[in-house]
């Protein structure tokens, strides 16, 4: 292709893509009472709107409820799923490769579809403004995926691998810790990928079961910062700039990770 | 008979090996019965949170419950009937389809015209791919304000665009039929990196030899698309438009943050519309309903895509 015309298309693609982060940017920066087009960037900083969002999206207690709910999550997903991917990948039998098909039907069942029951059910359990229930919630809807992924890795395994270690005297048990699981380490890559994206920025459960301010992830507490203040546009943005920017900084850093890791979990 | 059914299932190397262990040092081996136990965790949690509310829900149906009192009546199929009788749902039906087919159409076709361009020598192919791929790790509701900030009516960037241009502005969240399409496009410009990713890892399994050895044939750049790329790609196209038809078709959190389902129920889906029914009308019943009919659709058309799509697809 002609080089010239293969360089239009890349900056034009980058520059469409870019625009709404740049549009966002200029709002976030701008005092409320600039009226000016968003197109236009601001020769100032006017950061009291960063001062107001954190302080009215009760931002910091939505920072550390992230941090809660996505770090104990994704480490009970890893251990959990990997747990039960041992004996779903290396003992096929009948009753298991029933378990396991139980386990990716639930991959194709949206959250949502079971809202009414699953409400009701955390209400009755006590479960409503608690990390632990959303924790429990989260950890569940992640399994099918990581099962799935995990499984898949586990069969790529030679068997010969654990028939050896048998013959040198492991267990069942030992063979997973000591021989498989350190052997997992790239697709528990993508499972903490895929699983914490997904939980981070999840909306979907935390706006039922997380209603009081005080333990609100981003997200929601956005939500309902939005709807209280929509006049205040440049104090949304404000917000919405500091709830994506540690995922963006991490995605920066880790990018080829990232982008790795969430294609495999899907096109497998 | 459980033992039969292990030694059916047996791997002749496991039998052989098994025997052969034994007689070399006998290690001490729990059964797999034990080892199964490792999956039980998993199991309790997915019975709990996905199995029983999901056997409840389709209670729940058949049922005219509020949502938070202990009564309710047996209703057989009512809520059902009203669905099918629903003015309103009639709109919902269509928007959920517009989510679901319209981001997945003009995903896939973005995703493999990005991908088709990023596969040739590009000198900053990884930013670019770095920039589309950006979106996925936002949050589909933060997304969806940013995006709100876009086409706003009052200074919005979308109206400061036409009224340069000397146009009057235009209320596009305020119009239904626009608000619909405009979210649709919101969630293809979010996850159009995952077509193209998947895209461009299809094309770069695609060995050259193929395209090299019909291009001195005399095979055009159309027809060499057309006859080698295309079938060769229909695995990561039946991955791409199954995983984005079920995305778009339960998709919420864009349409909460653009238009809550506004103007009226004009840009409602299915997901939504439940929402709604179950948290401002209270009427858990139906709210159950609508999500048995979620859940239906979507696995249908799944299903449906996925045995249609695995049909075209060629083996080398």
């Known amino acids: 292709m002609n080089k010239k015309l293969a360089l239009i298309v890349t900056v034009l693609i980058c520059v469409l893509h870019i625009i709404p982060f740049f549009i966002l940017l200029n709002i976030a920066f701008k005092s409320p009472h600039d009226t000016s087009s968003k197109w236009l960037t601001p020769s100032y900083l006017y950061l009291a709107n960063f001062v107001n969002a954190w302080q009215n999206a009760h931002l910091d207690s939505a920072l550390l409820s992230n941090c809660i709910i996505a770090s104990t999550a994704v480490v009970s997903v890893v251990i959990i799923g990997a747990m039960a991917s041992y004996p779903l990948a290396r003992f096929p039998t009948r009753w298991n490769t029933v378990m396991y098909t139980l386990c990716i039907a639930c991959m194709i069942v949206p959250a949502l579809t079971i809202l009414v029951s699953l409400y009701k059910l955390v209400v009755d359990i006590g479960g409503i403004d608690t990390y632990w229930a959303v924790i429990l919630i989260q950890i569940t809807f992640s399994l099918p995926l990581t099962i799935f992924l995990y499984t898949g890795f586990l069969n790529t395994i030679p068997r010969e691998l654990d028939e050896a270690a048998l013959i040198d005297g492991c267990n069942r048990f030992t063979v997973f810790l000591y021989v498989l699981l350190p052997l997992l380490k790239p697709v528990t890559a993508t499972v903490i990928i895929l699983v914490g994206v997904f939980i981070w920025n999840d909306y979907q ?3 039922f079961f997380l209603q009081q301010p005080g333990v609100q992830t981003f997200p929601v507490a956005l939500s309902a910062f939005f709807s209280q203040y929509q006049n205040e546009i440049n104090w949304v943005a404000a917000g919405c700039l500091i709830s994506i920017l540690p995922a963006v900084v991490v995605y920066t850093f880790l990018q080829r990770y990232f982008i790795k890791g969430l294609t495999d979990g899907i096109a497998k | 008979m459980h033992q039969q059914v292990r030694l059916q299932s047996a791997q002749p190397e496991e039998l052989v090996t098994k025997k052969a262990s034994e007689m070399r040092r006998k290690p001490r081996r729990s059964s797999p019965w034990l080892v199964n136990l490792m999956y039980l965790p998993a199991l309790i949690l997915l019975a709990v949170f996905i199995f029983y509310p999901f056997i409840q829900g389709v209670r729940y149906s058949f049922t005219n419950w509020d949502g938070y009192s202990e009564q309710f009546r047996w209703v057989g199929l009512l809520q059902y009937q009203r669905f099918l009788s629903d003015p309103d749902m009639l709109r919902t039906i269509v928007n959920t389809f517009i989510y679901g087919c319209g981001s997945t159409f003009l995903q896939n076709i973005l995703g493999l015209a990005y991908a088709l361009f990023l596969d040739q020598k590009i000198r900053g192919k990884g930013f670019v791919r770095t920039i589309v791929y950006l979106p996925i790790i936002i949050s589909p509701l933060i997304m969806g304000y940013i995006s709100y900030f876009f086409f706003q009516y009052d200074g919005g960037a979308a109206n400061d665009v036409l009224h340069v241009l000397g146009r009057a502005p ?35 399994a695609i060995p050259r030899e193929f395209q090299d050895a019909a291009a001195i044939d005399g095979a055009s750049a159309v027809a060499r698309f057309r006859f080698i790329t295309l079938p060769l790609l229909m695995p990561a196209i039946t991955v791409s438009v199954v995983y984005n038809v079920i995305g778009g078709l339960k998709l919420f959190d864009v349409i909460v943050a653009m238009t809550n389902g506004g103007p009226g129920y004009a840009s409602q889906s299915l ?3 439940m929402y709604n029914l179950y948290f401002a009308r209270e009427d858990a019943g139906y709210a159950a309903t609508l999500g048995n009919i979620m859940f239906l659709i979507i696995t249908v058309v799944g299903i449906a895509l996925l045995i249609a799509l695995r049909r075209k697809e060629v083996r080398l």
């Open chain 1, 205 to 207: 459960f935390s706006v």
């Open chain 2, 271 to 273: 997901s939504t519309m």
């Open chain 2, 170 to 204: 235009v209320d596009w969240l305020g119009n239904g039929p626009t608000a619909v399409w405009i979210i649709t496009f919101v969630n293809t410009y979010q996850y159009m990196g995952v077509a193209m990713i998947i895209y461009l890892a299809g094309l770069q």
